[in-house]
C-alpha cells in the first residue's frame, strides 16, 4: 500500500515491503495507493499531526524504490486500480522491471506544470496514462481547468486534485 509510512517512513516502507515479497515470491503483487477516508481511525492521526501523508509526487517515489527493490522473484506486478495515479505501472517480474521504472522516471522527469496537468487530468478522470498527456484536445481542456483553479482559487489547487482523489474512495 504505497503511502502508508507517510512522509516520515515512506523509503523504509517500500524496502521493507520489497524485502518481504522478494522472500516468498508472491504470483501477483497488486499496487493500492493510500487513500484516508475522514471515518477511517488513521484520519484523526494525520488531523492530530501525528503522520503526514505523502503527495502524489511522493507516492510514485515510494513505488518507484519499492519495484527497483524487488529482485530474484517472478511476480505479476500490477498498478491497475484509479487510487494509483499511474495505472500503467505493470508487468512480469524479472523480464518488465526496467520499463515499470521507466513509467515512474517519465513521470517524476515532467516539469512541475506538466505533472500538475497529469495528476488534475487523472484525478479529474480525463487521462489513465501518461500517454494521454499527447492527447492535444484533452490536454487543452485539463490546462484550462488547471488554469480556471489558478485563478479561482489560487494557491487551492493542490486541495483540489486530493479533493478529486479522494471522491474514488
Known sequence: MPGLGGKRWW???????????????ADFIRLRSLRVPKSAPLSGKIEAGEMELLDDDGVVREIRLFIESLDGITS???SDHIMNLLEEISGILPADKEKMLAVADRYLALPEAERLTYKVGRWGGAYRSLGD???????????EAVRQWNLEAPGQV???IKEMADQYI
Open 158 to 160: 493542490d486541495q483540489i
Open 76 to 78: 505479476v506486478v500490477a
Open 133 to 143: 498527456l499527447e492527447e492535444p484536445a484533452l490536454r487543452a481542456k485539463v490546462e
Open 11 to 25: 523509503r523504509e516502507h517500500a524496502l521493507a515491503t520489497a524485502d518481504v515479497l522478494n522472500q516468498i515470491n
